[in-house]
Protein backbone atom coordinates (compact mmCIF):
# COMPACT_ATOMS: atom_id res chain seq x y z
CA UNK A 1 0.00 0.00 0.00
CA UNK A 2 0.80 3.83 0.02
CA UNK A 3 1.88 4.15 -3.34
CA UNK A 4 2.48 8.00 -5.31
CA UNK A 5 2.75 7.83 -8.83
CA UNK A 6 3.98 10.43 -11.19
CA UNK A 7 3.85 11.60 -14.82
CA UNK A 8 5.44 11.60 -16.88
CA UNK A 9 8.57 10.59 -15.06
CA UNK A 10 10.62 12.67 -17.36
CA UNK A 11 9.91 15.55 -19.89
CA UNK A 12 12.49 17.50 -22.40
CA UNK A 13 10.88 20.68 -23.40
CA UNK A 14 12.08 24.23 -25.20
CA UNK A 15 12.53 27.70 -23.10
CA UNK A 16 8.96 29.84 -22.68
CA UNK A 17 6.96 26.92 -22.64
CA UNK A 18 5.02 25.41 -19.83
CA UNK A 19 5.29 22.04 -18.33
CA UNK A 20 2.67 19.55 -16.35
CA UNK A 21 3.52 17.18 -14.12
CA UNK A 22 0.81 15.05 -12.60
CA UNK A 23 1.32 13.75 -8.64
CA UNK A 24 -1.63 10.60 -7.86
CA UNK A 25 -1.65 8.60 -4.70
CA UNK A 26 -3.11 5.42 -6.03
CA UNK A 27 -4.53 3.76 -2.77
CA UNK A 28 -4.91 6.20 -0.01
CA UNK A 29 -6.44 9.42 -0.07
CA UNK A 30 -4.18 12.25 0.37
CA UNK A 31 -5.04 15.19 2.55
CA UNK A 32 -1.64 16.79 2.12
CA UNK A 33 0.25 16.44 -0.83
CA UNK A 34 4.07 18.39 -0.74
CA UNK A 35 6.35 19.29 -4.14
CA UNK A 36 10.10 19.23 -3.80
CA UNK A 37 13.17 19.41 -5.76
CA UNK A 38 16.45 17.75 -5.86
CA UNK A 39 19.73 19.28 -7.33
CA UNK A 40 22.36 16.47 -8.14
CA UNK A 41 23.76 15.49 -5.46
CA UNK A 42 21.65 17.63 -2.90
CA UNK A 43 18.75 16.48 -0.66
CA UNK A 44 15.20 17.33 -0.93
CA UNK A 45 13.71 21.31 -0.77
CA UNK A 46 10.09 21.78 -0.14
CA UNK A 47 9.02 23.98 -2.85
CA UNK A 48 4.95 24.03 -1.25
CA UNK A 49 2.52 22.36 0.41
CA UNK A 50 -0.91 21.64 -0.68
CA UNK A 51 -4.39 20.69 0.98
CA UNK A 52 -7.08 19.50 -0.84
CA UNK A 53 -9.60 22.45 -2.23
CA UNK A 54 -7.17 24.99 -0.56
CA UNK A 55 -4.59 27.40 -1.80
CA UNK A 56 -1.12 26.01 -1.99
CA UNK A 57 1.72 27.30 0.55
CA UNK A 58 5.01 28.20 -0.85
CA UNK A 59 8.27 27.90 0.72
CA UNK A 60 10.70 31.00 0.89
CA UNK A 61 12.05 32.10 -2.52
CA UNK A 62 9.79 30.14 -4.48
CA UNK A 63 7.83 32.07 -6.97
CA UNK A 64 4.13 31.05 -6.90
CA UNK A 65 3.16 32.53 -10.26
CA UNK A 66 6.15 30.21 -11.85
CA UNK A 67 5.67 27.05 -10.02
CA UNK A 68 1.34 26.79 -10.49
CA UNK A 69 -0.32 23.80 -7.58
CA UNK A 70 -3.55 22.81 -7.57
CA UNK A 71 -4.64 19.94 -5.51
CA UNK A 72 -8.27 19.32 -7.32
CA UNK A 73 -9.06 15.56 -5.12
CA UNK A 74 -7.80 13.60 -2.68
CA UNK A 75 -6.09 11.38 -4.72
CA UNK A 76 -4.49 14.11 -7.32
CA UNK A 77 -2.05 17.29 -7.00
CA UNK A 78 -0.87 18.77 -10.06
CA UNK A 79 2.68 20.89 -10.63
CA UNK A 80 2.95 23.11 -13.43
CA UNK A 81 5.43 25.22 -14.63
CA UNK A 82 5.16 28.03 -16.06
CA UNK A 83 7.08 29.88 -18.92
CA UNK A 84 10.28 27.61 -17.67
CA UNK A 85 13.93 28.10 -18.27
CA UNK A 86 17.02 26.18 -18.49
CA UNK A 87 17.59 27.01 -14.58
CA UNK A 88 14.28 25.07 -13.93
CA UNK A 89 16.06 21.99 -14.50
CA UNK A 90 15.84 19.68 -12.22
CA UNK A 91 14.36 16.86 -10.28
CA UNK A 92 10.28 17.34 -8.97
CA UNK A 93 8.86 14.90 -6.40
CA UNK A 94 5.94 14.92 -4.82
CA UNK A 95 4.57 13.20 -1.59
CA UNK A 96 1.60 12.86 -0.03
CA UNK A 97 0.29 12.19 3.51
CA UNK A 98 -2.51 10.48 4.96
CA UNK A 99 -3.66 12.75 8.03
CA UNK A 100 -2.08 15.54 9.84
CA UNK A 101 0.35 15.26 12.84
CA UNK A 102 3.15 12.69 12.91
CA UNK A 103 1.56 10.51 9.45
CA UNK A 104 4.07 9.09 6.83
CA UNK A 105 5.09 10.95 3.66
CA UNK A 106 5.08 8.30 0.92
CA UNK A 107 6.88 9.84 -2.30
CA UNK A 108 6.43 9.61 -6.02
CA UNK A 109 9.10 8.22 -8.84
CA UNK A 110 9.96 11.78 -9.66
CA UNK A 111 10.17 13.65 -12.90
CA UNK A 112 13.45 14.74 -14.60
CA UNK A 113 12.45 17.79 -16.48
CA UNK A 114 15.17 19.09 -18.96
CA UNK A 115 14.53 22.75 -20.73
CA UNK A 116 16.48 23.42 -23.79
CA UNK B 1 15.48 26.37 13.22
CA UNK B 2 14.80 22.44 12.77
CA UNK B 3 18.16 20.90 11.06
CA UNK B 4 19.15 17.43 10.23
CA UNK B 5 22.80 16.69 9.61
CA UNK B 6 24.54 13.46 8.50
CA UNK B 7 27.62 11.44 8.45
CA UNK B 8 29.52 10.09 7.28
CA UNK B 9 28.40 11.75 3.07
CA UNK B 10 30.07 8.59 1.87
CA UNK B 11 30.52 5.03 3.27
CA UNK B 12 32.07 1.99 1.21
CA UNK B 13 31.99 -0.90 2.53
CA UNK B 14 32.31 -4.79 1.50
CA UNK B 15 29.33 -7.09 1.48
CA UNK B 16 28.97 -8.25 5.15
CA UNK B 17 30.73 -5.80 6.66
CA UNK B 18 28.43 -4.12 9.09
CA UNK B 19 28.21 -0.48 9.76
CA UNK B 20 26.19 2.33 11.10
CA UNK B 21 25.10 5.70 9.82
CA UNK B 22 24.57 8.61 11.61
CA UNK B 23 21.36 11.39 11.87
CA UNK B 24 22.17 14.00 14.11
CA UNK B 25 19.20 16.51 14.62
CA UNK B 26 17.92 19.49 16.32
CA UNK B 27 13.95 20.06 16.43
CA UNK B 28 11.18 22.29 18.42
CA UNK B 29 8.67 19.40 19.02
CA UNK B 30 9.46 16.71 17.68
CA UNK B 31 6.90 15.00 16.07
CA UNK B 32 8.67 12.31 14.57
CA UNK B 33 12.17 10.85 12.52
CA UNK B 34 11.90 9.63 9.32
CA UNK B 35 14.68 6.89 7.31
CA UNK B 36 14.62 6.82 3.37
CA UNK B 37 16.25 5.29 0.81
CA UNK B 38 16.79 6.79 -2.45
CA UNK B 39 18.17 4.75 -5.63
CA UNK B 40 19.73 6.95 -8.25
CA UNK B 41 16.59 8.62 -10.40
CA UNK B 42 14.39 7.60 -8.17
CA UNK B 43 11.88 9.34 -5.20
CA UNK B 44 12.83 8.52 -1.72
CA UNK B 45 11.21 5.16 -0.48
CA UNK B 46 10.33 4.96 3.49
CA UNK B 47 12.05 3.01 5.84
CA UNK B 48 10.97 3.36 9.33
CA UNK B 49 9.29 6.02 11.31
CA UNK B 50 10.59 6.43 14.71
CA UNK B 51 8.73 8.77 17.37
CA UNK B 52 10.48 8.49 21.02
CA UNK B 53 13.47 8.10 22.40
CA UNK B 54 14.89 4.34 23.41
CA UNK B 55 12.53 3.26 20.40
CA UNK B 56 13.89 0.77 17.88
CA UNK B 57 12.88 -0.89 14.79
CA UNK B 58 13.79 -3.29 12.36
CA UNK B 59 13.43 -4.50 8.69
CA UNK B 60 15.74 -7.13 7.34
CA UNK B 61 19.45 -5.99 7.60
CA UNK B 62 18.52 -2.76 8.54
CA UNK B 63 17.81 -1.40 12.14
CA UNK B 64 16.99 2.22 13.22
CA UNK B 65 17.35 3.34 16.75
CA UNK B 66 16.63 7.20 18.44
CA UNK B 67 17.63 8.99 21.09
CA UNK B 68 17.45 12.37 22.46
CA UNK B 69 19.40 13.91 19.81
CA UNK B 70 20.25 11.47 17.00
CA UNK B 71 19.25 8.82 15.43
CA UNK B 72 21.50 5.76 13.80
CA UNK B 73 21.06 3.31 10.94
CA UNK B 74 22.52 -0.13 11.57
CA UNK B 75 23.22 -1.73 8.69
CA UNK B 76 23.93 -5.64 9.58
CA UNK B 77 25.97 -7.81 6.81
CA UNK B 78 24.90 -5.71 3.69
CA UNK B 79 24.61 -6.81 0.08
CA UNK B 80 25.52 -5.35 -2.81
CA UNK B 81 21.69 -4.26 -3.44
CA UNK B 82 21.78 -1.96 -0.05
CA UNK B 83 23.84 0.34 -2.01
CA UNK B 84 21.49 3.73 -1.84
CA UNK B 85 21.89 7.01 -0.64
CA UNK B 86 19.78 7.17 2.71
CA UNK B 87 18.17 10.26 3.76
CA UNK B 88 16.73 10.92 7.30
CA UNK B 89 14.31 13.30 8.02
CA UNK B 90 12.56 15.32 11.24
CA UNK B 91 8.79 16.54 11.35
CA UNK B 92 8.75 18.86 14.24
CA UNK B 93 6.26 21.83 15.61
CA UNK B 94 6.39 23.38 11.58
CA UNK B 95 4.87 20.24 10.67
CA UNK B 96 7.54 20.34 7.87
CA UNK B 97 9.61 17.22 6.96
CA UNK B 98 13.45 18.23 7.20
CA UNK B 99 16.01 16.71 5.31
CA UNK B 100 19.80 16.06 6.01
CA UNK B 101 22.13 15.59 3.14
CA UNK B 102 22.19 12.15 2.79
CA UNK B 103 25.03 9.28 3.30
CA UNK B 104 25.35 7.28 -0.14
CA UNK B 105 26.24 4.14 0.77
CA UNK B 106 28.06 1.60 -1.56
CA UNK B 107 28.15 -2.37 -1.12
CA UNK B 108 31.09 -3.93 -3.20
CA UNK B 109 30.92 -8.01 -3.63
Known amino acids: GAVVSQHPSWVICKSGTSVKIECRSLDFQATTMFWYRQFPKQSLMLMAT?????????EQGVEKDKFLINHASLTLSTLTVTSAHPEDSSFYIC????????????FGPGTRLTVL | EDQVTQSPEALRLQEGESSSLNCSYT??????LFWYRQDPGKGPEFLFT???AGEEKEKERLKATLTKKESFLHITAPKPEDSATYLC??????????FGQGTTLQVKP
Open chain 1, 95 to 106: SARMGQGADTQY
Open chain 2, 89 to 98: AVRGNTGKLI
Open chain 2, 50 to 52: LYS
Open chain 2, 27 to 32: VSGLRG
Open chain 1, 50 to 58: SNEGSKATY
